[in-house]
């Protein structure tokens, strides 16, 4: 298999005045380099009577380094203290100097959801999310359900409500670990991937399938039907599904309907097959080993590659999956094949010798992966990831003595995959990194009485 090389971006430090939009001279060798060069915000210097309570508008225009802008950004302003400021009411009499930070998407946008997925429905202009519904504790209190929700906007996913449209079985198949349900639409009709238990073994992990019977009505339980588990060519299991098996997504390309999921009869790797787009849950051909854990960052505590997401652009397929066990280990890899080759061919595919995305990448996230991929409303491709936080990683919250396979700490957090010039995505352009060195200030001043 080839390799790509790993990609890094590096964030200059620069100096942001509010209201204003001027930037220190860069030197020649950051000039390829992507980051904000300034952020023109909303808000203003104030002055306000004691008790008087303005709210903060909290957002901002962006500029960055290779011209573009993002309209809408959240800032979030906080006092000399560190402690988040949303009005004027929160502070006392004085003088106030506030620090805004730059927020794409105020994550996580949604705690406790593992394995999250979003799909824009291009007929009714709704974002639709689903994930592993939570555990609280062992397979007997989680990984129970499906449930949707759905948003005018990415953000609004954040408060949106929770439809359980469909609950796994009281016991025997379908009855335990629901995990990692996907919503696509295949043709003209929609369909829902997960894993389930496919006998009275718990751990007996295999991709089933809902089919929609009423788009119109996606988060009603009474649109959806059951389709049964996932089958081979032949109408069987071997070779395919006759393992633990999981992950299952979809992509269309060239009139094919592929598929990718993780298969472990050994260790736990990528196969691709086609499938019958009729028949959204039966191959059509024998699958391909699409990756395997092989590199020392797959194989950390457990040989993984799981939970692939399929990504298009620039004339190339890529595939980005997550390795290793799910503690912060946990990162993901990526997979490129050129939109013209013969994708069942596994020397069409290159691999990243290196992570694209991983702890590392963060201050305070920890184990990100099991990703999918989106766009904005402007077009801008956003990945979709779970990831632990700071204080589930220090052992303080609640679950610390929980295993963690059942702890509900994985949350929801969205981010803008940015391009590097030949078109490969870039996953680990966080923006903390993109907004480095920005210093974004308000001044409040609360009049005495």
């Known amino acids: 298999m080839k390799h790509i090389g ?50 903060f508008k909290g957002t901002a225009k962006v500029v960055f380094s290779d011209g573009s802008t993002k309209d809408g950004v959240e800032i979030k302003w906080f006092d000399e203290a560190g402690n988040r400021i949303r009005s ?18 105020d994550n996580p946008v949604i705690a406790q959801r593992a394995d999250p997925y979003v799909v824009f429905n291009e007929d009714d202009g709704y974002y639709y999310f689903t994930s592993s519904w939570p ?13 949707l929700r759905k948003s005018r906007t990415l953000k ?18 379908q009855s335990r670990h629901i995990w990692a349900p996907e919503m696509h639409k295949i043709g003209d009709r929609w369909v829902i991937y997960y894993a389930a238990n496919s006998d009275d073994g718990i751990w007996s992990i295999r991709p089933w399938v809902l089919q929609c019977t009423d788009e119109k009505n996606l988060t009603d339980p009474a649109s959806w039907e059951e389709k049964g588990r996932f089958v081979n060519k032949d109408g069987g299991y071997d070779g395919a599904f006759d393992a633990f ?47 395997s854990p092989e590199y020392p960052w797959e194989r950390v505590h457990e040989k993984v590659n799981e939970g692939p997401a399929v990504l298009k652009h620039g004339g190339r397929i890529y595939v980005a999956y997550s390795a290793s066990a799910t503690g912060p280990e946990y990162c993901v890899g990526l997979l490129s094949a050129d939109e013209g080759a013969e994708l069942m061919d596994e020397s069409s595919w290159s691999k990243s010798p290196t992570p694209v995305l991983q702890s590392s990448d ?40 929980a295993d963690p396979l059942y702890d ?20 680990n352009s966080t923006e903390e990194k993109e907004t480095a060195g920005l210093h974004i200030r308000l001044k409040v001043t609360v009049l005495p009485d």
């Open 6 to 55: 790993k990609l890094i971006l590096i964030a200059v430090s620069l100096t942001c005045c509010q209201g204003c939009g001027m930037i220190p001279e860069k030197a020649p060798e950051e000039e390829e380099r992507f980051h904000a060069l300034s952020v023109i915000t909303e808000d203003r210097d104030m002055t306000v009577a004691k008790g008087q309570d303005v709210e």
């Open 88 to 105: 004027t009411g929160e502070l006392l009499p004085g003088t106030h100097k506030l620090n805004g930070q730059v927020s794409f998407f």
């Open 135 to 147: 555990a609280y504790g062992d397979a007997e209190h989680g990984y129970d359900r499906i449930a």
């Open 156 to 173: 609004g996913l954040s408060e949106a409500e929770d439809h359980v449209i469909w609950h796994a079985h009281d016991s025997g198949a």
């Open 245 to 291: 098996s999981l992950d299952m997504t979809t992509f269309a390309h060239k009139g094919e309907q592929y598929v990718i999921w993780a298969y472990k009869p050994d260790v736990s790797k990528l196969l691709m097959a086609k499938a019958d787009p009729e028949r959204p849950w039966r191959l059509i051909s024998d699958p391909v080993v699409l990756s």
């Open 362 to 401: 963060f201050t305070d996230q920890y184990g990100p992966g099991h990703n999918s991929f989106t766009t904005d409303r402007d077009g801008d491709t956003v990945i979709v990831y779970h990831s632990r936080d700071q204080k589930c990683y220090d052992d303080q919250c609640e679950w610390a003595d």
């Open 408 to 427: 509900p700490c994985r949350n929801a957090n969205f981010a803008y995959v940015r391009y590097a010039k030949d078109g490969t995505p870039i996953l």
